[in-house]
């Protein structure tokens, strides 16, 4: 079973940026879409990025043009570069395949706050 481990998060003022990096335990990100979703206390986890395994990328209306997501399949690496953060991306961000999910990581906590 394929593992992933998120990793990157922490607490930034609003306007910074982080990395996110999830790096999976097989080459899946060569083979499958994946994904960054993230989850705000008391909501649903949503799907914000994806990125197929030929590189086209979607994001959800509130991160476009801020995030950007990209990977290095040699790597088995997905990464979240997050610019002009704003305390509404407050949430703890998992990333997994949309098409083909496999366990959920322990996820990494993003906090946007003055």
């Known amino acids: 079973q394929v593992q992933i481990v998120e990793s990157g998060g922490g607490l930034v003022q609003p306007g910074g940026s982080l990395r996110l990096s999830c790096v999976a335990s097989g080459s899946v990100f060569s083979i499958y879409a994946s994904g960054w979703y993230r989850q705000a206390p008391g909501k649903q986890r949503d799907l914000v990025a994806t990125?197929?395994?030929?590189?086209?990328?979607t994001y959800a209306n509130a991160v476009k043009g801020r995030f950007t997501i990209s990977r290095d399949a040699a790597k088995n690496t997905v990464y979240l570069q997050m610019n002009n953060l704003k305390p509404e991306d407050t949430a703890v961000y998992y990333c997994n395949l949309p098409a083909a999910p496999v366990d959920w990581g322990q996820g990494t906590q993003v906090t946007v706050s003055s």
């Open positions: 990125i197929t395994q030929w590189g086209s990328t």
